[in-house]
């Protein structure tokens, strides 16, 4: 079964949100978030491996591709309840909740808001927002300028404008920075991408997330330091964010993974193989 076999779904969910998703497999489900610049395509390769043996849901989270854009709601419990909503929608109440980048965030208020519905969190390749954030948007030499682009993104209105009229040009210059192997994300991948942005509103909601980042973090900060009940999965790429695995302890006492080496930050576009091996290895421990 490749990606393109997938079901291709709508659910309306938290008070009239439509979002779009790909369905496919059949099995325990295993629900993947991608993240920033992304949307379902971001799981191209990880999604049919999983299939295997798992019922797997791909959203385009709010925002994104094919699914909904909202002024607000991007903060990352609402998120979750997005998921969730999904989740019932196809008559599931307990998943394996994964997520990359902005969707880790996502995920890992899933896990702390719906501990009941969460068999495991893999959490890839994002800083601890509510912990750590701090330390990534420091204008530093040492980190390259840090992570310039959550400032930016949270002054209202200004990409709307910036980006406008150059979205292939963003994605084309962005994407090729997160990714230690540049054939990981092709030129079709990245106009895939770039569609997104397109839409109307298209560039409001691929920031949304980012205008709610204060909301998140007071939001994870909360459910970090309850401790979160299910088992954690935590994977950095070498040249992405390699503290994942180690930060994540502050927040859980079950947490195993490590740095992926030789790869950036796009994990599920440069190490598809591996992280299906290790998730599967991991689910199958606890469902």
Known sequence: MNFEQFDSKYATVNDGVTLHYRLGGQGTPVILMHGWMGTSHTWRKVAPLLAQNYTVIVPDMRGYGASDITQEGYDAVNGATDMRGILEAEGFSIAHIVGHDMGALVALAFAGTFPDQTYTLTYLDEPLVGYNLEGFTIFREESHGGYWHFGLHYVPGLVEILYHGHEQELVDYIMPLMVANKD??????????????????????????????FTTARQLRTIGDQMLKAPVLAYGGQYGVPITFEQMKQVSNNVTGDIIENCGHLLPEEAPDFLSE???????QHQ
């Open 184 to 213: 990981a994300v092709t030129a079709e991948d990245r106009k895939i991408y770039a569609a997104s942005l397109l839409r109307e509103n298209g560039i409001t909601g691929n920031v949304g997330w980012y205008r709610a980042a």
């Open 278 to 284: 290790k998730m599967t290895e991991f689910f199958q």
